[in-house]
Every structure is written in structure tokens, then in C-alpha cells.
């Protein structure tokens, strides 16, 4: 099994930036293509991008595209989330996720297997 710890979470104003990361334990994590999903209160967890087992192909939504960039080091077993012009709209829980099926371009949370417990980003106006 494998397990997955976020970090980086903080409150911050809009237009700054964060990176998040994410460390994995368990597994095989060079084998798993890593999505990076968020939940804001009072709504359904939504797809944010996602980055392949090699790290050379990337997808992101449209609604973080050009802002946010995804990077893994896996021999460091770590996903990362870097995010800029950060927008009071990206205010959220993150999760890093495990898809193990090889489909880079899966946005449904189901498709996904392994959750961190995520980490709390606020954007302030």
C-alpha cells in the first residue's frame, strides 16, 4: 500500500505563491502517475492536474493552467505543486493522489486509489 503526506499549506494573499509538496512511502512510486486534487468548503473534490510516472508529460485543469505547476523527484519519492497569481477561488484542502492505471488524462476522483490527508491553502482578497 501506499501512503502520502501533504505539506505546504498556508494562508496567503492573492497574487502570491505557494509550493505544496507531497512524500510518499510504500508502493513503487516511480511506477504511479500522481494527480494533485482540492475541496473547498461545501464542494465536490475537483481535479487540478496530474503528472506521469516519468515526469515528462503533464495535464491541468483549465481553471489553474499557466498558474500552477506540477514536478515530481522520485528519487526522492515526492510530488510537487507550484502555484502562482494564486486567486481567492484556489481556497481549498489539497490532496495528492495515486492512479496506478496509466491514464494520464483521468479526472474523476475514483479513477484514483491512494489519498494524502491533505493541506489547507487560504487566499485572501
Known amino acids: 500500500q501506499v501512503q502520502l503526506v501533504e505539506s505546504g499549506g498556508g494562508s496567503v494573499q492573492a497574487g502570491d505563491s505557494l509550493r505544496l509538496s507531497c512524500a510518499a512511502s510504500g508502493g513503487t512510486f516511480s511506477t504511479y502517475n500522481m494527480g494533485w486534487f482540492r475541496q473547498a468548503p461545501g464542494k465536490e473534490r475537483e481535479f487540478v492536474g496530474v503528472i506521469s510516472p516519468s515526469g515528462r508529460s503533464t495535464y491541468y485543469a483549465d481553471s489553474v493552467k499557466g498558474r500552477f505547476t506540477i514536478s515530481r523527484d522520485n528519487a526522492k519519492n515526492s510530488v510537487y505543486l507550484q502555484m502562482n497569481s494564486l486567486k481567492p477561488e484556489d481556497t481549498a484542502v489539497y490532496y495528492c493522489?495515486?492512479?496506478?492505471?496509466?491514464?494520464?488524462?483521468?479526472?474523476?476522483?475514483?479513477?484514483?486509489?491512494?489519498w494524502g490527508q491533505g493541506t489547507q491553502v487560504t487566499v485572501s482578497s
Open positions: 493522489a495515486t492512479n496506478p492505471r496509466g491514464n494520464l488524462y483521468a479526472r474523476n476522483r475514483n479513477e484514483y486509489d491512494y
